[in-house]
């Protein structure tokens, strides 16, 4: 009966050396994320946002990360190929790798950035900017 708990311990001392290894440089970033050195053409894209929108932000504010070389990274709601957050005054996006070059993906956070909100308003995603799976394939389709 001595044997279980010396091998929970083990298993505590694994679990916690995990959680210090993988914790990220700042808190509440998806593991694995770095900061990524946004160009021009994301510049471009929020000028486009902000003209769909009829909203101005300030791009600044945006603090870029990317987790490389994945489709998806985990987080508390399920995995996602982009996450908008903000706390105070410092917004982040966080992208998967796979979609630092897919327009609709990082202008569909930098709408949740204009918006200051999460959640997706159908008037600004779908009506007015088609930053969604569904209408980016559509209004694709159009042209
Ligand atoms: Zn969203």
Not at 45 to 51: E, K, L, M, P, Y
Request: proline share 5%; charged share 20%.
């Amino acid at each position: 009966m001595f044997a279980l708990p010396r091998r929970w311990l083990s298993l505590a001392v694994v679990a916690v050396g995990g959680c210090s290894s993988l914790a990220p440089s700042e808190p509440d970033l998806p593991v694995g994320a770095i900061r990524l050195e946004a160009g021009a053409e994301y510049r471009a894209w929020f000028s486009r946002t902000q003209a769909c929108s009829g909203l101005v932000g300030q791009y600044d504010e945006i603090q870029w990360f990317v987790v490389p070389n994945v489709e998806t990274f985990a987080t508390a709601a399920g995995p996602k190929v982009g996450m908008w957050e903000k706390s105070g005054r410092v917004a982040r996006i966080i992208l998967a790798g796979r979609y630092t070059g897919h327009e609709m993906v990082v202008r569909h956070e930098m709408l949740h950035h204009l918006l200051d909100r999460e959640g997706h308003p159908s008037q600004y995603f779908v009506d007015r900017c088609q930053l969604t799976w569904e209408t980016w394939q559509s209004a694709a389709a159009d042209h």
